[in-house]
């Protein structure tokens, strides 16, 4: 059987120690936040991108195509702010795509991260469980 379904028999098993089956069902549910976690990321770089893309349109439409001829005897004025053309298609796409990456990946740090907490606190409680097993506590599961 694979380690990681290996971890999740506690939680049914009426043998697993408390510890056990409590990291199993944390296994579970941060599992199902990740999954989650995937569709609500998607739909949020769905409508990132739709906002991108009215943008950009919006910005294409307010410009127009200027010819200008450039004439000797006038001065080109100093410190005129550059502006940058709208973003095409595909930077939009690009762009929603990286944000949601970038969102996904971060939602994955913290479940990983609390994953790992959780984990330590448990083999702590697990290590004080075999302590008073081994001590001969009569408390002792």
């Given at each position: 059987m694979p380690r990681r379904l290996r971890l999740l028999k506690p939680m049914v098993s009426r043998s697993g120690r408390m510890p056990d089956r409590l990291e199993a069902w944390v296994i579970a549910l941060l599992g199902l936040l990740a999954a989650g976690s995937v569709a609500v990321v998607g739909v949020l770089s769905v409508a990132d991108y739709s906002r991108l893309a009215a943008s950009a349109a919006a910005d294409a439409r307010a410009r127009h195509v200027v010819t200008a001829s450039l004439r000797p005897d006038i001065p080109v004025p100093a410190g005129r702010a550059t502006v940058a053309p709208p973003l095409s298609g595909s930077e939009v796409f690009i762009t929603a795509v990286l944000g949601g990456v970038l969102w996904e990946s971060a939602a994955l740090a913290?479940?990983?991260?609390?994953?790992?907490?959780?984990?330590?606190?448990?083999?702590?409680?697990?290590?004080?469980?075999?302590?008073?097993?081994?001590?001969?506590?009569?408390?002792?599961?």
């Open positions: 913290v479940l990983g991260g609390v994953y790992l907490i959780g984990r330590r606190l448990l083999d702590k409680h697990r290590a004080r469980l075999w302590e008073r097993a081994l001590s001969g506590d009569a408390t002792a599961p």
